[in-house]
């Protein structure tokens, strides 16, 4: 067997193979031309160009099939055509898909060297982009004038160029460069995206002359056509890409934006499936937030699905809001208080795609709340209170001054009424005494039967002259049993004992979590009963330390000590308030 008959092959298979090729390609464009239209639908609108140069691909290598013939340099022509066409087909590397169609280009055109020349998308001048066998340092020189020349010449006519011999080409007699290279051989095919030329391909030999042939201009069209391809598809890619990117972009700031809110924020489409829910949802409810996405909301909110269901309903039905509370038990929260607002969740035209949930967690603010309402027994303008949490509700040691108060003979007196009317009595008693407290800026700690207890200088009501305001608050005392007298019969005209002592005590609130009272514990308040205790019914005794701050204002006697009910080995001077000398 001769090399010639070796080298041969039937031209029937190859053309088989050939026209099995062209059904891939077609079948190819006809899945991308289904891949668009599903992407039309979500509103992505890709170009046709890239997928009709694909098509016009398709029907040249059915053509080129029909014109093949069984030489062995065009079957391997064809065999890298489709390595360049599978390599077309399988990658978005714009670099990639070029550096490989020169270099098929160059070898099998047995070219010295190549490039391939671009558009810039964005400066719209042609620039070099990928070269072959051409030295850096002769990128710039004058050498290069006749390839740019001829370069141009293919851009702007989109028309190939070959070039059997540009030492005798006319079109070259007057270029100094073609003999400065010794250009022998040259092809230049355009790369057309539809109409437009978007680049080319070029090759040339220094030493052979009709080194390139019509069959290789076809070839290199060819390849270009693919190169076409792959750069559209490569930049449509790129676009896409960099759309999804700013989308995720814009996502990732709407999730920030969601995550900042202190509300919780859920949203439900019409199938009660959750869509987004934000941190502060997912920590109000105290659940794991990447698994409540996509979960319908009953199996989210099983605790208060079901006021949920019916109010959702009307929402989708009215397109209305709805604001409500409710108290669920969450896991280990326990019991919460939250309100929630329900609103339709619309589209850009104005219509109904589900329910948007915002959550409320007033839980803190509803023990806040409580803790205030508990506040107002001791101190009625605790409304203007602006941080409960920083009284240092948990103790604290400061000085006071302690008020405490008796109604004389009261037990004896108790027993001969009915408990109505002896209720009525004592309650009037002990007005008069709560009155005279909050009049000069204290609070009532406590009433213990027809005692009462004021305090000043506490964390709910710090004054500076708390001695003075609570020796003014006793004597007022005094005169408000005094007109109350003047009400009620004689039988019922009692007097109180007052003792007023100023010194350190631990004021804090005690008691169990649910039940907690603020108080002060201490000497002072032993010391403040004590004093009490001393005073006849009608008198104010007080104690040196608290003499010591309001002197200069009362008027005052010694009062005398009784050792029998003292618990203290020694205790500094006494004195009873006769009147202020304001």
């Keep these: 067997m001769t090399a010639t008959s070796t080298q041969r092959r039937p031209p029937e298979p190859l053309r088989q193979r050939l026209r099995e090729l062209h059904l891939l390609t077609h079948e190819t464009v006809q899945a991308l031309y289904a891949q668009r239209e599903l992407l039309a639908q979500r509103e992505i609108d890709l170009p046709l160009e890239p997928l009709q140069a694909l098509e016009r691909f398709s029907q040249d290598l059915f053509t080129f099939s029909q014109n093949a013939s069984d030489s062995s340099l065009e079957l391997q022509q064809l065999r890298h055509l489709a390595r360049i066409t599978q390599i077309i087909n399988s990658t978005l590397s714009l670099d990639q898909v070029l550096n490989d169609v020169i270099d098929t280009v160059v070898s099998l055109t047995n070219a010295q060297r190549g490039f391939i020349v671009l558009q810039d998308p964005h400066s719209q001048e042609f620039v070099l982009s990928v070269a072959r066998k051409i030295a850096l340092d002769d990128l710039d020189k004058e050498a290069m004038r006749l390839s740019r020349t001829a370069v141009e010449r293919v851009i702007h006519s989109g028309e190939p160029l070959l070039v059997t011999d540009a030492q005798s080409d006319p079109r070259f007699a007057e270029s100094e460069s073609a003999l ?28 052979v002359a009709t080194v390139f042939t019509e069959q290789d201009q076809r070839l290199a069209s060819v390849f270009a056509n693919q190169a076409a391809i792959a750069i559209e598809n490569a930049r449509l890619f790129d676009e896409v890409r960099a759309a999804l990117a700013e989308m995720t972009a814009i996502r990732d700031f709407m999730d920030n934006i969601f995550d900042s809110i202190a509300s919780g924020v859920i949203t439900a489409d019409q199938e009660d499936l959750i869509m987004l829910i934000n941190q502060s949802a997912a920590r ?74 915002v959550l409320e967690d007033l839980t803190k603010l509803k023990q806040q709340q409580a803790t205030l309402s508990a506040v107002r027994r001791y101190l009625p303008t605790a409304d203007n209170l602006q941080a409960i949490d920083m009284l240092e509700l948990g103790g604290v040691e400061r000085e006071i001054s302690v008020l405490f108060c008796d109604v004389r003979g009261f037990t004896a007196f108790s027993e001969q009424l009915p408990p109505e009317e002896l209720m009525l009595i004592i309650n009037q008693y002990l007005t008069v005494s709560s009155s005279a407290i909050e009049a000069f800026g204290g609070i009532v700690e406590k009433f213990m039967g027809d005692a009462a207890v004021g305090l000043f200088n506490t964390q709910f009501n710090p004054m500076d002259d708390h001695a003075l305001q609570a020796v003014r608050a006793a004597l007022k005392l005094v005169e408000g049993v005094r007109a109350l007298h003047r009400t009620l019969p004689q039988d019922q005209c009692l007097e109180y004992g007052i003792g007023v002592h100023t010194g350190l005590a631990v004021l804090g609130n005690v008691g169990s979590p649910r039940r907690k009272e603020f108080t002060a514990i201490g000497e002072t308040v032993q010391i403040a009963k004590y004093l009490q205790e001393l005073a006849p019914g009608g008198e104010v005794i007080v104690s040196a330390a608290t003499y010591a701050q309001v002197g200069p204002h009362v008027q005052v006697e010694p009062a005398k000590l009784r050792r029998e009910l003292t618990p203290y080995e020694e205790l500094p001077p006494i004195f009873r308030v006769i009147a202020f000398q304001d």
């Design 284 to 357: 109000i409810l105290s659940l794991e937030r990447q698994y409540i996405q996509g979960k319908p909301l009953q199996a989210v909110l099983p605790t208060f699905q079901e006021s949920l269901q019916p109010l959702i309903a009307q929402v989708r039905t009215n397109n209305t809001e709805y604001t409500f509370e409710i108290e669920p038990i969450l896991g280990q929260r326990g019991q919460v208080n939250l309100n929630l607002r329900l609103s339709p969740f619309r589209d850009e035209f104005q219509t109904t795609r589900g329910v948007a949930i």
């Design 180 to 207: 400065d290279l010794s250009l022998r051989s040259l092809l230049c095919v355009p790369l057309k995206r539809k109409t437009r030329t978007i680049g080319a391909i070029y090759v040339d030999n220094r030493t």
